[in-house]
Each structure stands twice: as C-alpha cells, then as structure tokens.
C-alpha cells in the first residue's frame, strides 16, 4: 500500500516559517487516567475525532473530561481549507454502521452534552445531510437525556439538504464562518461568506427551538473592524453564540499566521461581541468551537430563560 500524501493540494504552496507560540498558548495537562479510558473508547469504536485529525491543542484537557467530538463520514475531506489540518483527498463509502458506533460510544462515555461535526463530503448528493439525520436519531434513541450539537458543513449548491440535519432531534446547530470574507478566497476557496450566514440564518427559520453558534479564528491577517463587521453579520442571521478563538499554523505548508492576539484582545473581543447581542459569547486564545461545549449549552440555556423572563412577548 502507498502512503498517500495527507494534503496533497498543498504540495505546491510556499513554506511558512512557523512562528514561536507566546507563552499564553499552553495545552492543560489534567487527569491522564480518564484521558485514556476516553482514547480506549474512541479506538474500540473505531471512531475519528477531530480532536486528533486536527491536532487540538486542547485534547488532554477535553479528553481527560471526558469531551470527544465525534467526526463523522470518514477521515478525509473534499476541500483543501488553508487554515485546517484534516486530510484531504478522495473519501471511503459511508459507514452505514457509523450512527450505532457513535450512539454507543456517547452512552459508554456518558456524555451529558455530545457534538457531533464531520468533513465535507461534497462527493455525496446531499452533503451528508442524511447521514447526519441518522446519526443524530441513533444517538437521541439510545441516549435521551444528551444534548446534542452538530457542527455541519455549509452545504454548498446541495440545495434544500441542510434541512435533513435539521428534522434531526439536536439542540444546537453550529457552522462557523471561520474568517473575515475578504479573506475566504485563500482561506477558505471552496466555500462562500453569505451562503454560509444564510445557512446560519435558514437554519433558525427552519427550526426555532434550537441555539445556533457560529466560529471565527483570528491571526489570520483581519483587522479588528472587519472581526466586528462578522459579529454584525451573525447578529443579522441570528446567531446566539460566538466563538472566538487564535489560529493556529499546523505546517510550514498552511496559511502563514499573521499575528498572536494578546489574552486582553480576547477580552476586548469578547465585551465587543457581548454589546452586540449575543447570547453568549467564548473568546480567547485556545477558544475552538466545541471547547467547554457542554458547559457553555448549559449557560446558552440559562441566558435564554432569563430573556424570555425579561422579554416575555419576544
Ligand atoms: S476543543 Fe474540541 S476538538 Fe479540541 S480537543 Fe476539545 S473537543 Fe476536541
């Protein structure tokens, strides 16, 4: 068998020196014994994550509670993001056995809170969208009082089949935009700004119980007033939650990283994002979209009880 290059579209790409990470950027080392009673599960199962496929620097932390997000419909994605350290490249068929092998990995972890994300697979008709029905339906069936996130891809010129994901019994939807548009054509060329705030959007039209959350990296190059266009855009498609997290170059081959943000910038980011609206806001440096996930489904959950207390006709 031959090894076959994990991102071989950016074979041709210049070399970006990587830059020295500031001492703020700093993985937890926690309890080792039930991050590896996690690492068991997830390998009996035969299941991927992104926390391995792209190299979280959160993993030891989230493992050792526990936390996995799952990634479904195989290893390999069809897009070639610049920022993102999954492999690329031409998928394996479905695993129709996948939404089982997940549903019994949440039950052996007995996870309060699960997210579930996936790679673009826009080899599939539907994007994957009923896969992801199955899986969120096998999960719910034998795990009833797990909430459960998804972390989709944006659907791209698959039509109306975002909205399978949706007929699936989940309480958050989350989709990140991941940048400022001006920098969607390096960053992220398969995909488009205002199709995915529109999914954003369509997506809570279609379901209104759910929450929906939306992610953005910094240090790609952004300015600070661009960051604040992208919260005014989510607040008009109705995001609840944002994240804000630091990216973080994987190879010399990726998209060089401009800059790191100070922990205060965060902060600043953070009270930015907060007069604008959201429901909730997770912005600092090692913020990825299902860190805390359980935690912060919970907060999502309280700051919408106490608005429907103080807004009661809204
Ligand atoms: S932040 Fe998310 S991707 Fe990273 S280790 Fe935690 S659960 Fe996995």
């Known amino acids: 068998m031959t090894n076959k290059p994990r991102h071989p ?15 703020w950027i700093r993985s937890k080392i926690v309890n080792t014994q039930i991050f590896f009673e996690t690492k068991k599960i997830v390998n009996q199962n035969k299941l991927v994550t992104v926390c391995q496929e792209a190299n979280c620097p959160n993993i030891t932390e989230c493992w050792s509670k526990k936390h996995a997000t799952f990634m479904i419909m195989g290893d390999t994605c069809t897009r070639a993001c610049a920022f993102c350290d999954v492999k690329t490249g031409k998928p394996e068929i479905l695993d129709i056995l ?18 579930i994300t996936s790679v673009d697979r826009d080899d599939l008709e539907d994007g994957g969208s009923n896969h992801f029905f199955k899986v969120i339906s096998e999960t719910r069936k034998k795990n009833p009082n797990t909430s459960i996130e998804v972390l989709t891809p944006d659907f791209l010129r698959k039509g109306d089949a975002y909205k399978r994901v949706l007929e699936g019994d989940l309480d ?26 529109e999914l954003l959007k369509n997506a809570k039209k279609y379901n209104t119980k759910i929450f929906t959350k939306s992610g953005i990296m910094v240090g790609l190059g952004e300015t600070k007033e661009e960051v604040a266009q992208v919260m005014d855009d989510l607040r008009s498609a109705e995001v609840d939650f944002i994240t804000i997290g630091q990216y973080l170059q994987p190879s ?22 907060k007069t604008k609206g959201f429901l909730l806001v997770s912005s600092s440096p090692l913020t990825r979209s299902s860190y805390h996930a359980d935690e912060d489904f919970r907060k999502l959950q309280d700051a919408r009880n106490k608005k429907i207390k103080c807004h009661p006709l809204q």
């Open 252 to 273: 010399v081959k990726h998209h060089p990283l401009d800059r790191y943000y100070h922990p205060d910038e965060f902060k600043e980011l953070s009270v930015l994002a």
């Open 9 to 23: 579209e950016k074979i041709n790409k210049p070399i970006s020196p990587i830059k020295k990470k500031p001492s």
């Open 172 to 197: 958050v939807f989350n989709h990140n935009i991941e940048t400022v548009p001006r920098l969607y054509a390096k960053v992220r060329p398969g995909a488009r700004y205002f199709s995915s705030l």
């Open 98 to 115: 996948e939404p089982i092998k997940i549903s019994n990995a949440v039950k052996k972890l007995n996870l309060k809170h699960v997210v």
